[in-house]
Every structure is written in structure tokens, then in C-alpha cells.
């Protein structure tokens, strides 16, 4: 235990300012995401356009990669959130069908093992483990920009499986990040759950 509270501590003090920033800003985007604040996407993009810079400077090129879409989708879920759904001023909450679930779920699976066989062929590892946390976090980020009251859930898993990879890896400050990121998942389906029962009892 003492071995990996040092590394922990040398890992904050080895971060660049930029990762500090970076970290930051993701946290706040997801203390906003949970209040249903639209400058959440704010903070998301900033954070995202730090990360996208930080891993490709490490040749992390698939992770960049997918925060370039993390980049675009910070775009798209502003407009979302800033274009009502229905007659009121702010996007509601919205709750999809098992059914729908189901079947987003089956085909985001299918691209899973495509990928982390794709993966696999330049090296990765933990390419199945990593694709899936990539593919469906594409799935969730969407289902935010939407306001689906469900995508908490997605990130409980995916943050809980991100913890595992990044703690295996022997990146514990990551690891930690992850960790606070899977406690606010909890609390962000807590205080949506809460605003969605409101919402209902209002229309």
C-alpha cells in the first residue's frame, strides 16, 4: 500500500499544469452535467481539447482520437441542451424503453470485438476490456447530449471497468480520477432521478 501511495504521489507531482487544468475541468463538467447546468459543455470541451492535445503527445493516439468525438460531441450537446424539447425553457429529462436500451446495447456490443481485435493487431493491451469502455462511453455521451436519464447507469459501468484497466496499468492517479468520476456517477442518477420524478409529477 505504501509503494502505491508513492506512486500516487509522483504522479501528481510528475502531471504538467495542463493535466492539472485538464482534470479540472472534467471534474466540473460532470458537477455541472449532475445540476443540469448547460455550461457543463463548456468545461467539457475545454477539458477534451486539453486531452486530445495531452495524448497525442504521448502517442496515445486512440484515446485523442476519441476525445477529438468527445470534442464534437461537447458542440452538439450545448445545442441540444440549449433547444427545448418540448414547451419549456430548459431540455427535459428523458427516459427511453428497455426495448430501446436492448437493442442499442446489442449493436454497440457488436463493435466491440471488431475493435479490440483492430486494436489488438498494433499492440494494445486490455484491447477488448478498452473497446468496450470506448465504444459504449460513444453510446452514453450521445444519450447525455439527450438528456436520457439512463446514461448514468452506462458511466457506473464504464467508469467501474476504467478504474480496473488504469489500476492494473499502474496508473493510480488515473485511476483515482476514475474512481471520483463512478461515486459522482451515483450521485449524478441520484439528483436526475429526483428532477425526472418532479418533472412528471409537474406535466
Not at 480496473?164 to 463512478?182: G, N, P, R, W
Request: charged residues 10%; contains cysteine; glycine residues 2%.
Amino acid at each position: 500500500m505504501h509503494d502505491i501511495w508513492m506512486q500516487i504521489m509522483a504522479a501528481w507531482q510528475a502531471q504538467s499544469n495542463l493535466e492539472i487544468i485538464a482534470v479540472m475541468t472534467a471534474i466540473m463538467y460532470l458537477l455541472l452535467a449532475i445540476r443540469e447546468s448547460i455550461w457543463c459543455w463548456l468545461f467539457a470541451f475545454i477539458s477534451t481539447a486539453l486531452y486530445t492535445y495531452l495524448f497525442h503527445s504521448v502517442a496515445l493516439l486512440s484515446e485523442s482520437l476519441l476525445n477529438v468525438y468527445y470534442l464534437i460531441m461537447a458542440v452538439y450537446g450545448w445545442y441540444q441542451w440549449r433547444h427545448s424539447n418540448n414547451q419549456h425553457d430548459q431540455r427535459q429529462i428523458t427516459s427511453w424503453s428497455l426495448k430501446k436500451h436492448l437493442t442499442l446495447i446489442s449493436l454497440t456490443g457488436l463493435t466491440v470485438p471488431v475493435l479490440g481485435y483492430l486494436t489488438s493487431q498494433y499492440g494494445a493491451t486490455m484491447p477488448y476490456l478498452d473497446a468496450f469502455t470506448t465504444c459504449f462511453a460513444v453510446l452514453a455521451t450521445v444519450m447525455l447530449a439527450h438528456k436520457v436519464l439512463q446514461h448514468w447507469h452506462y458511466w457506473f459501468v464504464i467508469n467501474s471497468i476504467s478504474v480496473y484497466i488504469f489500476f492494473t496499468k499502474e496508473l493510480y492517479l488515473t485511476a483515482m480520477m476514475f474512481a471520483v468520476y463512478l461515486i459522482m456517477a451515483i450521485f449524478g442518477w441520484l439528483q436526475w432521478n429526483k428532477n425526472y420524478v418532479q418533472q412528471r409529477s409537474m406535466a
